[in-house]
Nanobody, 123 residues
């Protein structure tokens, strides 16, 4: 049974940093593509950053240069280092996994989800 558990969210001031973690279990972590998504009430879930099973990364334009996605296959853990946070980054952040070898930024391509962790950035 696939299980994803996020941690590391919180409240910070603009310009601050947070590091999100996603502990994965129940599957062969290294072979899955992973992604971080975020959602605010009333809006569709947005792909923030993805990393495929080969280690290739992609980011949505609004976070390029500020966020870094990484994975530690030995620890079955996905990370999102967020620097230079802005109020518009405020959202519920979700970790997601897909059996696809190549990552997608569309949330419907992912079939395993964590419960989410809230990130709030104040100005």
């Amino acid at each position: 049974q696939v299980q994803l558990v996020e941690s590391g969210g919180g409240s910070v001031q603009a310009g601050g940093s947070l590091r999100l973690s996603c502990a994965a279990s129940g599957y062969t972590f290294w072979s899955y593509s992973m992604g971080w998504f975020r959602q605010v009430p009333g809006k569709e879930r947005e792909g923030v950053a993805t990393i495929d099973s080969y280690g290739s990364r992609s980011y949505t334009d609004s976070v390029k240069g500020r966020f870094t996605i990484s994975r530690d296959n030995a620890k079955n853990t996905l990370y999102l280092q967020m620097n230079g946070l802005k109020p518009e980054d405020t959202a519920m952040y979700y970790c997601a996994a897909t059996e696809r070898a190549y990552a997608s930024s569309w949330w419907r391509d992912y079939n395993h989800w964590g419960q989410g962790t809230q990130v709030t950035v104040s100005s």
